[in-house]
Nanobody, 115 residues
């Protein structure tokens, strides 16, 4: 079993920045991939960004150039640096991990972009 705990969600003005973090309870080499998805009110959950255990990253087109995902393998933590935030980035952001052929999700953290 893997527990994911997110932090960093907040209210921010358009053009602002936030940094989300996710800590995984498991500390071994079986964490193949971690990342972030988001779900806006009334919409389906969508992919944001992922990073593999070897550091390969992937981003949704809507966040390329604005968001950066990074990982701290020693502490089983993944971060999402979000810059130039837009109102359409408002959503609950969920941490995701693929571990030993299973999918795990965090509880989510709210990001609201509004003036």
């Amino acid at each position: 079993q893997v527990h994911l705990v997110e932090s960093g969600g907040d209210l921010v003005q358009p053009g602002g920045s936030l940094r989300l973090s996710c800590a995984a309870s498991r500390s071994d080499s079986s964490i193949a991939l971690m990342g972030w998805f988001r779900q806006a009110l009334g919409k389906q959950r969508e992919f944001v960004a992922t990073i593999t255990s070897s550091g390969v990253t992937n981003y949704a087109d809507s966040v390329k150039g604005r968001f950066t995902i990074s990982s701290d393998n020693a502490n089983n933590t993944v971060h999402l640096q979000m810059n130039s935030l837009k109102p359409e980035d408002t959503a609950v952001y969920y941490c995701y991990a693929f571990v030993a052929e299973r999918n795990y999700w965090g509880q989510g953290t709210q990001v609201t972009v509004s003036s």
